[in-house]
């Protein structure tokens, strides 16, 4: 049963640390996508890459936050330095083809910046 | 850019009712919506989708309608059961684009014994 994987699960940091999450999409599939999820804003897009490129990063305050995917196993979304807004849930998705837009979310990653 | 709009933000029910939630896109061109259920502290998972071709899609007690005119799709869940407890994402994408997901803001679906 092939799943999305992602590290660490939970994370409790103190504000100005650096903070990195690590995904590793279902192997096979060329497009990653970053999501931030917080009772307010519900899910929002914060970057996506196909073929290890990255296609859009709108999303993502660019000033703290860099998000790179180093080979097809494994992206990753850095934020440095945290701040307490940044308290939410990550969660990494990936999806099959171009085109194909169904996606596979990992269990996410719980980051609480105190 | 798409925007989806969900309503209503929560909904409870008696075990065997019906619920229905219901989205709006902005987006004319967008001609794919799923509709993911996320269970408390779990990730989403994709339940049912439809694409703009279809009026209607229906897998077991789970139906999606879509009005292209109208812009709006609905996810219909008959006969509900306590374990249909969660909350259920709609989202739109334009597959011809890059193909991201707009997400609308959720729906937290109670269902009482």
């Known amino acids: 049963d092939a799943r999305v994987t992602q590290t660490p699960r939970h994370k409790v940091t103190e504000m100005g640390q650096e903070v990195t999450m690590r995904c590793q999409p279902i192997?096979?599939?060329?497009?990653v996508f970053w999501y931030r999820q917080t009772m307010m804003q519900g899910l929002e897009l914060l970057a996506y890459f196909r073929n290890r490129a990255p296609l859009d990063d709108s999303g993502m305050p660019k000033d703290r936050f860099s998000a790179e995917m180093p080979d097809a196993t494994l992206a990753t979304l850095k934020i440095q330095p945290s701040e307490p807004r940044d308290s939410a849930v990550y969660f990494c998705?990936?999806?099959?083809?171009?085109?194909?837009?169904?996606?596979?979310f990992g269990p996410g990653t719980r980051l609480t910046v105190l | 850019g798409e925007n989806v709009e969900q309503h209503p933000s929560t909904l409870s029910v008696q075990e065997g009712d019906s619920a229905v939630i219901k989205c709006t896109y902005s987006d004319s061109a967008s001609n794919y919506f799923p509709w993911y259920k996320q269970e408390l502290g779990k990730r989403p998972q994709l339940i049912i989708d439809i694409r703009s071709n279809v009026g209607e899609k229906k897998d077991q007690r789970i139906a999606v309608t879509l009005n292209k005119t109208a812009k709006h799709f609905s996810l219909h869940i008959t006969e509900t059961q306590p374990e249909d407890s969660a909350v259920y994402f709609c989202a739109a994408s334009n597959q011809g684009s890059q193909g991201n997901l707009i997400f609308g803001k959720g729906t937290k679906l109670s269902v009482k014994p």
């Open positions: 998705a990936s999806g099959p083809l171009p085109g194909v837009v169904e996606q596979f």
């Open positions: 192997l096979g599939h060329n497009t």
